[in-house]
């Protein structure tokens, strides 16, 4: 096992009825900024759930975060911070909106010139303004961790940003929010979080046999409740199953003591920036190639990922990993989500030269869990991606 | 799932040579006062390590906190404490011994008439002396839980406290301190934890199929790496997943959503006020009895225990339980762990009777997690353990 630090000081409010706990959690004497999306809590009821709970609090609002929260629209929100004084801020909304709401907690205190510097320059938030958040969609993992990423149209660059002032004061986490979540991002959230799971999981083994079973039993659950959430999303005890399994897919916790990989990601966010294409999807065409591509140094936890995960009980270590590849793929499709660039775009077939360009030009040589998967390696993935 | 709320603030900084982060993880203009057991930690070259770690720091120390740590003993460090004008504390040991801090970080704070208040009349702590601990005994968990036992031999009592200003701000855990540790107390470490988790665990279903497998995790990674740990407790991977496994047992993950028993803890703190049997055998002596006398309560949860943690795959859901707490007996026995009070005592044919008596007398009519283990039950349970 690795040495590690850990510590995740978010409050987490889970169930039914949470959001009414709202007003407790936010300081009395609060300037409150309360910011979303583009619209969808104010048909789904809610935006008024919140307000209800809210009472008589001042409160500023900032509506309009897109999905892929935008550099420039925050730019606006945090004109409104600074003209109005306030000093918390509340999310209410899914990852988009919550890793816009850390960027506007870092950039609120922030003193340098610009701050898209603590993106490119990658400053590290010891202390940002406090926020809570009203998750209104599982996948990301936001609402309990410390890390946020932002994207700028202009540049199309989507980068990363985090530290420990970012971690939410409070989340609030009703899984009847589910109820009315459209299929294709339940469908987005299971595979987001799944693959949350693999990108700290599927690398090479480390003795780590606590984390690789609390991994294991995220996949397993996703797997369980992933098929009954999408088919009935009123079915309470699976969206709850479904919510708090995102949230500890990327909490911290299973990363501690292993080795992480993030490939997928990286290659992935490029495909979002390229084509618009649904994060989790990006993740669901880059990943099984990134496997098959990196093979041999993976196989031993893919094998046991398809011992434990799929009950996969018979062949050779190379084989159960390559029937574990192929599960998790027939997984995907059994969400209806597809796992081949081309089922997304006809305009495919320079996509991994750009990359790969765009990876040179960047200087990341070394992605991957043993920092060696080169931009060759990664045209390849793109391309057995096609 | 049921509602929760979740917060742990403790920041763990895990693995070799840890100990040497301590002098960082304690404001620079601190009074310190150092806690410790009995002495062990200067035998091992613990003491040694945190000296060095703490550099020129002006620490006072205070050694010679007894397991169940005692009220009377506690209160000379509480002295020390207001004398010296302390304003952080360090624990370095076992759960005794940060059960012990706890108490005093409460205790230092608290303007009543008496600390003993705070155990009888089960005042919550909101705000507590800051303090550390560097753990020396993997067991109890009381390094990230805000919660702790207090023993005062006068009247025969062994009282529980807690509340939200009693995490730890940091816990060092170095699984090399496990090399030096006796077989005895690593057995106990390990029932210990294992019963933690079948305390929070073994109780009715509650669709929390994420929790259930977290704390299958825990089961099993203890079940694996124990008789490791056991034979050569210089096994670093082995003492490292043990020693995470007793933090995660009881930092309040796994209770989260799920009923909770804690029956077989309080039954058992009283073998230990009567024998002077260390904790973790008492569980052992107490659980299998428990589970046996309310098996129709906690079948199908014994059964899924049996299933997925020791592999039992054929036979009804009675007889896979009744076969899983036969496996945990013996798991226990492998372990060089008795199940049986007359393994430890002659003198136990009364015992049952002196339990239930002292039941009676503090109206404890209802343990378990339906509220309806009685005194008699209790008497009943006592009795099949003998």
Known sequence: MQNFEFKNPTKILFGKGQIASLSKE??????????????????????????????DKDILEF??????????VLLKALKVIKAEKVDFLLAVGGGSVIDGVKFLASAALYEGDTPWDILTKRIRTEVGMPFGTVLTLPATGSEMNSGSVITREETKEKLAMGGPGLFPQFSILDPEVVHSI????????????????????????????????????????????????????????AAANFMWSCTMALNGLIQKGVPTDWAVHAIGHELTALYGIDHARTLAIIGPSHYKHNFESKKEKLAQY??????????????????????TVEFYHQ????????????????????????????????????????????????????
């Open 306 to 327: 398809g011992e434990r995960v799929w009950n996969i009980t018979s062949g050779t270590v190379e084989e159960k990993a390559q029937q574990a590849i192929d599960k």
């Open 26 to 55: 936010i300081p009395q004497d609060a300037k409150v900024l309360m910011l979303y999306g583009g619209g969808s809590i104010k048909k789904n009821g809610i935006y008024d759930q919140v307000k209800a709970a809210l009472g």
């Open 63 to 72: 509506g309009g975060i897109p999905a892929n929260p935008e550099y420039e």
């Open 335 to 386: 969400l209806d989500v597809a796992t081949k660039l081309s089922d997304y775009t006809d305009n495919y077939n320079n996509t991994a030269q750009i990359i790969f360009d765009r990876f040179v030009e960047r200087g990341w040589t070394g992605l991957g869990e043993h920092q060696n998967v080169t931009p060759e390696d990664v045209k390849t993935i793109v391309e057995m991606s096609y």
């Open 182 to 237: 459209p299929p294709r991002q339940i469908a987005n959230g299971i595979v987001d979080a799944f693959n949350h799971v693999l990108e700290q999981y599927a690398t090479y083994p480390a003795n780590a046999n606590l984390q690789d079973r609390f991994a294991e039993s995220i996949l397993q659950t996703l797997i369980e409740i992933g098929p009954e959430v999408l088919k009935d999303p009123k079915n309470y005890n």
